[in-house]
DNA sequence: TTGTAGGCGTTATCAC
DNA sequence: GTGATAACGCCTACAA
C-alpha cells in the first residue's frame, strides 16, 4: 500500500481555495462567521484533500488538551468496567477523549500512571486508588496546576478532590445484619487492606452490627487478602481447619466470596445451611454460582457517570473547591437460594 | 491550594543559567555532547524550577507520539483484561504509552475510536473487532499513511496487516471431539456473530468433528446471539422448549455457557449427565460455578504480548509487510465434574 | 561544547 | 466575512 507521508494542512486548502488559512481554520471549526458557501466548500475540499487536524498544533496553541486521564487499580472487574462505561459515556458527550490507565493494585504504578497523564497535560483526573497506596504526593503536581482530580470508590479524602463513593459502613453493616437476622452467631468477615476506605468503612459496619445484635466478635474470624478468586480458596481452607467454624461469612468482594464457597462445598460444607455467605457488588459471578449469592448492589456506572460529570463541571471553573462528598446509594441484594433453611 | 498557571519553558531554565535554550534542549536529554557539569545543572534547574515537557511542542516538532492506540470490544472480560496486560507490559517497557478505547462491540464506535486515534496521530495499532464489524474502511487511513495496525483475536484479513490468533478451528474441533468422546450424540452449538472468524471457525471445527465421528447435525442445535449471560438465560428457555433436547452443548464463551447450565438446571435438567457442557475462554468463572465447566484456555496475555511485539517491530520499518499470521498455542481444559458419569 | 535562526500547524488578535 | 501576523514550546541544521 502506499504512502503518504505528507500531512496536509489549513494551508494547502487554503491555497486550493484562494482563501485565506485563518479562513480554513474558522470554516472547519463551523464558525458562524464565515460564509456558509464557503464553509461547505472548506469541509468539502478539506475531505477530498484527506486533511487531518494535526491535535498537537491546537493543543500547542490552545493549552489544552481536551482529554481526562483515568487511573484505576484494575480494569478487570464487572464493577469497574461498568464505572468505566459511566465515565466514557459522559466524557465523550462532553467532547473530551478519555486515557486510561492500570495500577494494576500498585502504587509505584500508579505514580508512573500519574506522571505520565501530567506530562500529557489532561485536563483533568479520575482516579480510584491502588491497594497500597497510602498518600496522594503523586496527585499533588495536578492540584498545584489546576487540573481537577476526583477520587471515586477508593477514595482518599483531600481538600481539593472531590470523592464519589457508596455508604460503605452502612453496607457492611446492613450485609451483616441480613447474615444475623438469618440466626447466624459467629461471624467472619474476609476483605481487603483495611487502610482503604472500602474496606475499613464496611468493617465498621460488620463490627457495629455484631454490636448491636450482642454478638462477639473473634478477633480470628478477620481474615484480610487481596480478595482474589485464590484468596478464597486459601481463606476456605483455614476455615476449614477451624475447630469452631464460623456460621456465617461476610467477603467484601463477589469474586472472593465465590471461589470460597466452592472450595468449602468441595469439603463437603453445606452452604448456606452450614455456613451462609454474603459477598459485595453484585458482580455477575453471584448469579450463576450454586447457590446463588446475595450481594450488595454497587452502582458502578452511576459512580463513573457521577464522578465524570463532577469533573466536567469543574473544568473551566478556576475557584478552588470545598471538600465535596457524594454518597450514592446501594442496595442490598437477597438471593433466595443462600438463606439459611430456604426451602 | 494554590495555582502556578505559567508554565516553565526551557527558555526560562536557559535564562536562569545564562545559556542558550538549545543547550537546555540537549541537557535534558541528556545528550553527551553536552559538558557533563552543564547537564547536571540544566536537571537541577529543572527541577527545582518545577519544569516539565510540553509534549506538543515536541510532538508537533518531532511528528512522532510515542503512543500506541488500542481499539478492543470491550474491557470486561477475562481474556480482554490479561490480553490489555500482555500489551501494556510490552509497549511499557519500549517507551510507549498506551490509549485504549472501547467499540462496545458496535461498529460506529470503533469507527468514532479509529478517528479519534488518527486524529492523535498514535504511532500504531492494535485491534480486535467488534460484533459487526464487517469492513474496514475505517483503518485504511492509518495503512495510507504507513502506521502499523495489527488485528488479534477478532481479525479481519488483510495484506498489510498482521493478525494474532489461535487455531479456533481446531480448538472447536477438540471441544467437540471432547463431548462426542463422552458419548454425546445430539449436540448444540451456542456462538457468535458468524461473520467473525472466531466463531466461524470454531463452528466449523464444531461441524467437522461431527462429520469425522459421523453425527447427524440439526440446524436448529445452532443458537447464535452475543453471548452475554442473558442471551444463556434464553438460550436455555430454548433448550428446554425442545422436544427432543441435545445432550451436549458447546458454548463459544465461559460466560455464556455458565448462566445457561445454570438456568436449565434450576428446570431440573441435570448437567453433565443430562446435557453435558463445554464452555471457552478460561474465565474464572468456569471454576467456581457447580459443575465446574471444563473449556478451552485461551492465551491472553501472551497474545496481547506478541500482537504488542509485532507492532513494535514494525515501527520504523518502514516497508510494506506481507501477509503474516501468528497462530498460538490453546489448549483443552477438561474439569472432572463436568464429565457425564463421574463418580 | 555551545549558540542562532527558523519552522512544525494551529488559533487569537487586530485590522479591514 | 475575511485576512495578516504573531505566538504557543520544542527541535535541529548550521555556524561558531
Do not use: W
Not at 466514557?88 to 490507565?101: Q, R
Not at 503536581?141 to 481537577?148: A, E, N, R, S, Y
Not at 459502613?169 to 447474615?179: C, P, R, S
Request: glycine content about 6%; hydrophobic content about 40%; overall charge positive.
Amino acid at each position: 500500500m502506499a504512502k503518504d507521508h505528507k500531512e496536509i494542512t489549513i494551508y494547502d486548502i487554503a491555497k486550493a481555495l484562494n482563501i485565506s488559512p485563518t479562513t480554513v481554520s474558522r470554516g472547519l471549526k463551523d464558525n458562524p462567521a464565515i460564509k456558509l458557501s464557503t464553509r461547505k466548500k472548506i469541509m468539502d475540499t478539506a475531505r477530498s484533500m484527506g486533511y487531518r487536524s494535526n491535535t498537537f498544533a491546537s493543543r500547542l496553541r490552545m493549552n489544552r488538551t481536551n482529554t481526562i486521564g483515568a487511573i484505576v487499580p484494575r480494569i478487570n472487574s464487572h464493577f469497574m468496567a461498568e464505572t468505566i462505561a459511566g465515565i466514557e459515556k459522559v466524557i465523550n458527550n462532553a467532547g473530551y477523549n478519555l486515557i486510561i490507565t492500570q495500577s494494576h493494585e500498585m502504587l509505584e504504578k500508579e505514580i508512573k500512571s500519574a506522571h505520565t497523564l501530567f506530562n500529557n497535560r489532561v485536563d483533568g483526573l479520575l482516579a480510584s486508588l491502588a491497594y497500597d497506596t497510602n498518600n496522594i504526593d503523586h496527585f499533588l503536581p495536578f492540584l498545584k496546576k489546576g487540573v481537577p482530580v476526583i477520587f471515586f470508590d477508593r477514595v482518599f479524602n483531600h481538600p481539593n478532590c472531590p470523592t464519589i463513593v457508596i455508604d460503605n459502613y452502612k453496607a457492611g453493616f446492613e450485609a451483616t445484619e441480613h447474615l444475623l437476622k438469618q440466626g447466624c452467631k459467629r461471624l467472619l468477615h474476609i476483605t481487603g487492606n483495611l487502610s482503604k476506605n472500602v474496606y475499613l468503612d464496611r468493617f465498621n459496619g460488620f463490627r457495629n452490627a455484631l454490636e448491636k445484635y450482642g454478638v462477639f466478635f473473634d478477633d480470628d474470624h478477620l481474615i484480610i487478602n487481596n480478595l482474589t478468586q485464590n484468596d478464597g480458596i486459601e481463606a476456605a481452607k483455614r476455615i476449614s481447619d477451624m475447630p469452631i467454624k464460623p456460621d456465617g461469612v461476610f467477603v467484601a468482594n463477589d469474586n472472593c466470596a465465590s471461589s470460597c464457597m466452592n472450595e468449602l462445598i468441595q469439603q463437603n460444607i453445606k452452604i448456606p445451611n452450614d455456613i451462609a455467605f454474603i459477598g459485595f457488588n453484585n458482580d455477575p459471578v453471584s448469579k450463576v454460582i450454586t447457590p446463588a449469592l446475595s450481594t450488595v448492589q454497587y452502582p458502578g456506572f452511576e459512580i463513573g457517570q457521577l464522578a465524570a460529570r463532577v469533573l466536567i463541571n469543574q473544568l473551566g471553573h478556576d475557584h478552588d473547591m470545598t471538600l465535596q462528598t457524594i454518597v450514592l446509594k446501594h442496595e442490598l441484594l437477597v438471593r433466595k437460594s443462600s438463606l439459611k433453611m430456604h426451602t
